[in-house]
């Protein structure tokens, strides 16, 4: 959701430094160019179900940039706002679908002091707060879904939709359920702006096809048509650059509604002194068919009167049980097969942290065979899993733990059990990417019990475990050059991994990133990238984080790899955020999780690993990444814990 949507325009570790981001977009941009779909019959047929998931970005203000970053719309529709509802300086607004915050911001600007801003779009919530930290204005933002955002609940004097960011869902129900989130945060009798497209009109005028230069280089070709239920415009739009060729070729809709269908609706949910104020008119920079903006209907409406609550009492200290791996039983995944001074340190280390977040009274369970009991003879309000081990630190049970705890009703951080299970697995985990059009390396799974498979002949390769973690069967001598050397350590995993389907994949020799992401799918805090620095490694040895890397001190994969902070060009930071995000609501991930990735030869990025309950230790990767955000190791915990009670309890 943003604003100004006009698909029918006729014309863009913790002490670490920060390192900005430099531009390549022109390099990028070559690297993005897709191919067209050709000619198309029917556009419905080729919409995705949620398409403004990824078509807000940076293609969005070039194809738009006429309309929503021209300075005079945005004076005129602030001018309208003040005009129609009245509101003070002083009063609680909120700007949803606020898309790069022209609205926000023009508002702040002008003395209004409490003015937030809530988006779906990550680039466009990020590309807010850039300019406002610009300006010096203190205009907050945040990334959300219109349906449903986490703002408490009778909070705000006024709700602001603007720029036709209303009715892109599929099911009319979803137009509902935006409304419906808008009525629980006015106050009694708030304001509501609709700023929507002239539904009547637009259905009997709107242009079959167009096509404008954006710039002296770009230029767009739209077709567009009703839907068959004709309640919907939908449109194509084919953005190509003159010198390189096709850059996008996407799909989007935004449904009709006419002044009678609209009112009903408001009032139908209990709004009130529905108004149209005026037709709002748009100027284009360039001068050319307006689309969507072109006819467009400026409402407002008071919401219902509420009860009288009384003030929420003050919470109660949440009693936490901590679960972790049982130091008392082996581990063969450790160095030695059971728990070492590294790992009784890191645990001393959580403890202290866990310890100064005085909202929260912690209680460690370690001894696996008496845990079960304890939690069901006397539940805690929260279970902190961070049993990663799994259960009697076994990892095939990893995804008990969760499992159990759902049995006993107890709510818990993190991923749930079918998560653990699919990532557990990682050809699943390539599959499911595959199909979000996440790039991947080229891939073999190899049964060990099938003697007539197919080897691949593509060379560097890495072999790895199809199944596990804790880099557990990947060493310096995993990257294999030959077919003698692969037939050799594929001998070598089947003796120490009897049994176990292996992966020979293509070894990606570019650069190593993770990407860290804490939250649940509608208020994510993406953590700055970590890039993986190789350049102290011997250079006999292989560029690979590898069992060592974890577990051996004497090892130079242990000493000599360091983490920084990555520095990265637009494109590809937004790349890596973007499959992040999709991949963690596809997998169903909860509350923090991790993902890997590294380039080829080519630059081109591809995903190595998705971690659901990432390592959670003061040295690993997840903590170094907060900390380049300037966040402390008790800071991380708090927020994973904090997301966990949002999803659980809501605005606890």
Sequence with gaps: MIKGFKPMSSATPNNQQPVSSKS???????????????????????????????????????TDGDVVENSLNTVRDVDLIIESTGISSEDHILDLCCGQGRHSMELTSRGYQNVTGIDRSRYLVRLARKRAKSRGLKTSFSQGDARKFRI?????????????????????????????????????????????????????????????????V??????????????????????????????????????LYSLDEITSLLN??????????????????????????????????????KKVTKPTPKVKTIQVAVLMGDSNLPDTVKMGGKFNEEDFETIKILKKNLESLTDYKFQYLEDHKTFFNRLSTK?????FNLCDEGFKNQATMELHIPAYLELLNIPYTGAGPGCLWLCYNKSNV??????????????????????????????????????????????????????????????????????????????????????????????FEVLPILEVDYSKLPPELPQVLSYESKWDPDSPYW????????????????????????????????????????????????????????????????????GFAGYDYSDLLKMILQAAKERIWGNY
């Excluded at 390549?24 to 995705?48: C, F, M, Q, Y």
């Excluded at 705000?156 to 892109?168: Q, R």
């Design 430 to 523: 390539r599959s499911i990417a595959a199909s979000l059009d996440v790039d991947v390396p080229t891939e073999t799974y190899f049964d060990p019990a099938d003697q007539a498979a197919n080897l691949p002949s593509l060379f560097p390769a890495l072999i790895k475990p199809n199944c596990g973690d804790s880099s557990i069967g990947i060493t310096q001598h995993a990257v294999v050059h030959n077919a003698m050397e692969l037939m050799s350590y594929l001998d070598h995993l089947r003796e120490i991994l009897p049994g176990i389907p292996l992966l020979i994949q293509e070894f990606l020799e570019g650069t190593e990133y993770s990407v860290g992401l804490i939250g649940n799918a509608d208020k």
């Design 268 to 305: 139908k949910l209990g709004f009130t002194d529905v108004k149209v104020f005026t037709k709002l008119t748009s100027e284009s920079t360039r001068n050319q068919d307006l689309g969507m903006m072109a006819h467009r209907l400026f409402m407002t409406a008071v919401s219902p009167v």
């Design 559 to 626: 000493s000599d790899i360091r983490y920084k902070e990555a520095v990265l060009d637009d494109e590809t930071h937004r790349k890596l955020i973007h499959f992040s995000s999709r991949l963690f609501e596809r997998l169903e991930c909860r509350d923090y999780a991790r993902f890997d990735f590294r380039t080829d030869a080519t630059g081109r990025v591809k995903l190595l690993e998705v971690n659901p309950n990432p390592g959670w230790c003061w040295d690993g990767k997840l903590n170094l990444m907060a």
């Design 152 to 216: 408490p609940d009778d909070s705000k004097d006024c709700v602001l939709l603007m720029g036709n960011s209303f009715g892109y869902f599929e099911r009319e129900e979803d137009d509902t359920n935006v409304l419906e989130s808008v009525k629980r945060v006015l106050k009694s009798k708030g304001k509501l702006v609709l700023d929507i497209v002239d539904g009547v009109w637009m259905s009997q005028n709107f242009e079959p096809r167009s096509w404008e230069w954006i710039d002296q």
């Design 24 to 62: 390549a977009s022109r390099k990028k941009e070559k690297n993005s160019s897709n191919k067209t779909l050709g000619p198309v019959s029917d556009l419905e047929r080729h919409l995705p179900a949620e398409w403004w998931k990824d078509l807000f970005n940076s293609f969005y203000l070039k």
């Design 218 to 255: 770009h230029f767009v070709n739209r077709e567009r048509s009703l839907s068959t239920d004709g309640k919907r415009i939908i449109s194509r739009e084919v953005i190509t650059n003159s010198e390189i060729g096709v850059l996008a070729d996407q799909f989007y809709a935004e449904r």
């Design 379 to 383: 539940a805690p309000d929260l279970v």
